[in-house]
């Protein structure tokens, strides 16, 4: 029998998940220059990026046609999916047609996974508009829609051709979204980088006026570690500390159980929850516990968890892509500025944890 990879079999060339990042109005030329080279172009927005950031991009490019969903978590679904293919299908959309999606995380996830289906696979580039598609969602090449609430529960991995960022789209950005999309930025110096998080201390308030750079020190840790490890067989999954919680409260907030939160806001409480769990397992100590919560109390406006969301919450941890065998894992600090993934935690310490997050959010 002949062996994947041998001489005679080429293994599968799967395209790259670390697509090339281009800054400001160079990046904006280079798409110029690009377009031509593929059959037809397509624009996939969101009803506020097509208002505001539509019609900077709208001069770079030849003829198109522009699909815009609404805005929110809620377009992250099938119906919109499909909305997306029926858009490419008008335009005749061929192997060599490009989709570019200008938006937050939201278009960018439902645009990468649209395109990477469609006829088995289309060209896309990202075009991100939110801090938190600029700092985190547009680099890795995962792209997922969600399913009966599930946050991402159907998806793929495959990297856009290109992703164009340019920091003018955040002038229209509300200010909620960006110090929502921070939550990522805080989040890769906490797994990677203590000094970082000795910087981000300092800071008065979020983001600070030099975002840009922030940015790229982003792009650069997320980057290496998807290089590492492109489609998330263990060391990836560090970029997941404080999702497993945070995803959970996201799609409960979806629910309409409580106020609801952006990624970001969901993600900061999560990792705070997460941190109360790694104290739990001696893998934190309290100081390093203290300067986390106190940070992102200080920051962000932490949702408390009535203790009618945990079940609904339980269940959405349990679906986790990271648990196995029903075993719920999660990717915890094992100090500040690492991070260690298959920490092992039951139902009952998960409940410790947010029992122990609420009662230090209530004190003074
Ligand atoms: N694929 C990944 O690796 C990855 C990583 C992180 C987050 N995500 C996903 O990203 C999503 C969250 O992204 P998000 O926070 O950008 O949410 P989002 O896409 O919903 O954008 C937030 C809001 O800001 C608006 N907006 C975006 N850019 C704007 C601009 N320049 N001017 C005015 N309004 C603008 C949007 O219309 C929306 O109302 C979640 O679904 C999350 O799961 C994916």
């Not at 982003?218 to 492109?230: E, G, N």
């Not at 997941?240 to 990624?263: P, Y």
């Not at 993600?267 to 934190?284: D, K, T």
Request: proline share 4%; glycine share 8%; hydrophobic share 40%.
């Amino acid at each position: 029998m002949r062996r994947p990879g041998s001489k005679s079999e080429p293994v599968l060339k799967m395209p790259a998940l670390t697509s090339r990042v281009r800054y400001g109005k160079a990046g904006l030329d280079w798409l110029r220059k690009q377009c031509p080279s593929y059959t037809s172009v397509t624009v996939l927005a969101d009803r506020n990026t097509a208002r505001n950031c539509y019609p900077v991009i709208r001069s770079y490019l030849p003829a198109h046609r522009l699909v815009a969903v609404p805005a929110g978590e809620r377009s992250k679904d099938l119906a919109a999916c499909q909305r997306v293919w029926r858009a490419l299908v008008t335009q005749r959309a061929d192997r060599k047609a490009l989709l570019i999606n200008v938006g937050g995380g939201v278009v960018c996830d439902l645009g990468g996974f649209a395109a990477s289906t469609f006829k088995r696979g289309i060209p896309f580039i990202h075009v991100p508009t939110s801090l938190m598609a600029q700092a985190d969602a547009a680099i890795g090449g995962k792209n997922a829609i969600n399913l009966d609430g599930q946050k991402n529960a159907v998806g793929v991995f495959r990297g856009a051709e290109a992703v164009i960022i340019h920091d003018r789209f955040l002038e229209t950005l509300p200010a909620r979204q960006l110090t929502s999309g921070f939550a990522e930025v805080i989040k890769h110096a906490l797994i990677s980088d203590a000094g970082t998080f000795d910087r981000l201390e300092r800071l008065d308030s979020i983001p600070p006026g030099n975002v840009l750079s922030w940015i790229r020190f982003s792009i650069r840790i997320k980057s290496a570690i998807v290089s590492a490890d492109p489609y998330e067989q263990e060391r990836r999954r560090v970029l997941n500390f404080g999702h497993t919680a945070g995803h959970a409260l996201e799609a409960v907030s979806l629910g309409r159980k409580m106020k609801v939160l952006t990624h970001g806001e969901a993600v900061a409480a999560g990792m705070v929850i997460e941190s109360h769990a790694a104290y739990r397992q001696g893998m934190i100590t309290h100081g390093q516990l203290t300067r986390i919560t106190s940070f992102m109390a200080t920051h962000f406006a932490l949702p408390a968890v009535r203790k009618q969301n945990y079940a609904g919450m339980l269940r959405h941890m349990a679906q986790d892509k990271k648990n196995i065998r029903g075993k719920m894992r999660l990717s915890l600090l094992h100090g500040i500025g690492t991070c260690r993934t298959g920490c092992v935690i039951s139902r009952q310490e998960m409940v410790q944890a947010l029992d122990a997050y609420n009662r230090k959010l209530n004190q003074p």
